[in-house]
């Protein structure tokens, strides 16, 4: 069995990467691995395939960055040629970038099966790109793998067939507990002269929030406050660099001591700040997750989030983007009140497993799956 693998950024590596290793170790399955080339800086790309034992990619497009329409359709052009090439048995995508839904969309109009990796997940929010990424993916997948079950019921209330649903767990909390013990020896905290659990780690990078001057500006007020109490790391992407410089907004952050800028980390230099943090604040849709699996307090940043499973067992809190909300929840966990939260229902570094065990049985057997699988 042929199984073309998508990946095209950063947060798709740690997901394909414990499929890609199980799929491996099956004599029947031949799996081949594709980036898209959405990110290309090595920090964003290269050091996660380097940390993650990722084999390198058997075919590379080198689409890059874009609009969404420009990104998505390049990829398609470029997808489609390779699929009509190699007609792989089945398409996998992970997550909900634009390389997810593109690949997708590519795959079904040539009727070839896609698996969706991380299906269901709603925010209910279409002003969100990977929203619009989501609900497209789904409505064309043959096979789509949830991770949570609230998941499953938005797919069963979109009209999805409940036999083409499964659910099987997070392989994002695969790869966590397969790298945990690796990263937790490398003492990152130390290095960026922080001291185990007195530090807050930040990431911030959707459009809504640092594209926007007035919404950034007031996330930068909260973080000014924050860290008169709490030093603040803050890898930046690429993106939020940028907006930086456009915002002029460099003076203010040299004039806040205690919030430290990095380039973009490595998985596992990030996972050891993870876990050794205070607390997280994310507009991230992973971190969520992660840090209710590292038990660590979460402030999202965001109005909706995609993955209510980690507010109702996790340790995440959504704070929305108002300064005063942002500080306010901050300061409670500086005062010890911080969320416990607990493990959600097979979350248990399993995923992968079960995952490939229903491809290889659904499509490897030519199981009939309604009218969907072709
Ligand atoms: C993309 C995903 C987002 C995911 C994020 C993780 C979509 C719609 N968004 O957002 O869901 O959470 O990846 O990081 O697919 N850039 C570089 N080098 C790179 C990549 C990007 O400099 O390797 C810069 C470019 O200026 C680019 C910008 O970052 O225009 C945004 O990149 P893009 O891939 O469009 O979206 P992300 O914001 O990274």
Known sequence: MNILNVVGTRPNLMKIAPLIEEMRKHSDVCPTLLHTGQHYDDKMSQVFFDELGIPAPDIYLGIGSGSHAEQTARVMLAFEQVLVEKHPDVVVVVGDVNSTMACSITAAKLWIPVAHVEAGLRSFD?????????????????????????????????????ERIFFVGNVMIDTLLRHRERAMALNTPARFGLQVGEYALLTLHRPSNVDVREVFSGILDALVAIQQHLPILFPVHPRTRERIAEFGFSPRLADAPNLRLTEPLGYLEFLDLMMHAKMVLTDSGGIQEETTILGIPCLTIRESTERPITITEGTNTLVGTSPGRIIAEAQRILSGDSKVGRTPELWDGRAAERIVAIIRRVVGGGEQLGAGLR
């Open 126 to 162: 279409r002003r969100i790109p990977e929203e619009i990424n989501r609900v497209v993916t789904d409505a064309l997948s043959d096979l789509l793998f949830t991770t949570s079950r609230d998941a499953n019921e938005n797919l069963l209330r979109e009209g999805v067939a409940a």
